[in-house]
């Protein structure tokens, strides 16, 4: 279902998120070259994958599978219909499932559930909060993976304080509860559904946290860990009794538009994704103080540079930050000290405001 207005609203969203991401861009370009962006150690990120099924140009949610080591549930954005693709970790589409019955509205998100279900969050809201529901379907995930038509259960959506936008959807994997985190540029809220999902009547989601900007969010395979990404920053907290606790920024590239992250199945690495045609797949290692309470950390890097217990690094898609280590990096990969990376940040978020500021200004003219 598309308006008229909403197709104006998608245009000029697009539009500033590309200036956003250019002024970003710059700004990262110019850090690199000052020696202010926060250094990494080479055996850090890298490309993952590359998504190249030319009917995914607007990936906008990830799951890792437990069923199918290495593979990935991911969907489009809105107007591509019911559809949810796994793909494995070379990129390729290995199955494409149809959800029967559906005729989606704006999906935003993807999570796998303690019972072996796949959740889809189809709670995108264009519109600035009009919708007076929302919906979330569920579906076990295939034993087998091959193009198949499955049944779906739809759960009806609401909030407790009233119709909001959102593209983040989390189920705990230890306690199947669902969680939301709306979309706002001031701040969203995070939602908690209950207990358990019902069909019969509408399933309330009460606010219980305040969030950042967010695009996607995802729980580490264990529940102790969250992670929420918006288009410039990610944030990671500690997860336990049924609340979160910030931990600290996480390293992130500059994408495109990124909307979509995952844990890998062993809760190692973070994964961002992003939309647009051939959209890489970034894979983000955890550093010891971030990993999740039941996943220890591995032995020491060896002076190859190689990350111990996996592939290195490929190189990165063109037009995306590529987060290498900068210039005058020490030599375990330590930066250059908090200063820095908020020399950095200040930077960046300065360039970015000039460019609005100048947008608005033309516009005033």
């Not at 969203?13 to 990262?28: F, G, H, P």
């Not at 080479?42 to 140009?57: E, K, L, Q, V, Y």
């Not at 920024?249 to 045609?277: C, H, I, N, W």
Request: with cysteine; aromatic share 6%.
């Amino acid at each position: 279902m598309r308006t008229d207005g909403r197709r104006t609203w998608r245009r000029g969203a697009a539009r500033a998120s590309a200036a956003l991401v250019a002024a970003a861009c710059t700004a990262t370009a110019v850090l690199g070259v000052t020696g202010t962006a926060p250094a990494r150690a080479a055996d850090r990120g890298g490309t993952a994958f590359t998504i190249g099924d030319p009917r995914i140009t607007e990936s906008s949610g990830l799951a890792a599978s437990l069923a199918h080591p290495g593979v990935y549930w991911t969907h489009n954005d809105s107007d591509d219909g019911p559809y949810v693709y796994a793909v494995d970790s070379q990129g390729r589409t290995v199955a494409t499932v149809t959800l029967r019955g559906i005729e989606p509205r704006d999906v935003e998100a993807i999570s796998l559930g303690p019972d072996g279900r796949l959740y889809v969050g189809d709670i995108g809201d264009n519109l600035g909060g009009k919708w007076s529901e929302v919906w979330i379907y569920s579906f076990a995930e295939p034993a087998e993976l091959r193009d198949q038509s499955v049944d779906v259960t739809r759960y009806r959506v609401r909030y407790e304080d009233g119709p909001r936008d959102a593209e983040a959807l989390m189920v705990h994997p230890v306690t199947g509860r669902a969680y939301i985190a709306s979309k706002k540029q001031g701040g969203g809220g995070l939602y908690q559904g209950p207990e358990k999902l019902s069909t019969a009547g509408v399933n309330t989601f009460r606010r219980i946290g305040d969030v950042p900007w967010v695009t996607d969010g995802a729980f580490s395979p264990d529940g102790t860990r969250l992670v929420l990404r918006g288009y410039l920053a990610a944030t990671l907290y500690r997860w336990k009794d049924g609340a979160p606790a910030e931990l600290g920024s996480l390293s992130m590239p500059l994408q495109r538009q990124g909307e979509s992250v995952t844990f890998t199945a062993d809760g190692r690495s973070v994964l961002y994704g992003t939309e647009g045609k051939d959209s890489p797949v970034w894979r983000e290692p955890l550093d010891a103080g971030q990993l999740p309470d039941t996943v220890k950390p591995l032995p020491a890097a060896s002076s190859s540079g190689a990350a111990p217990g996996g592939p290195g690094p490929s190189a990165p898609a063109s037009g995306v930050a590529s987060g290498a280590p900068a210039a005058g990096a020490s030599a375990d990969g330590s930066s250059g000290g908090p200063s820095d990376r908020a020399l950095g940040v200040v930077f960046l978020l300065a360039v970015v405001g000039a460019l609005l500021g100048l947008r608005k200004k033309r516009k005033g003219g």
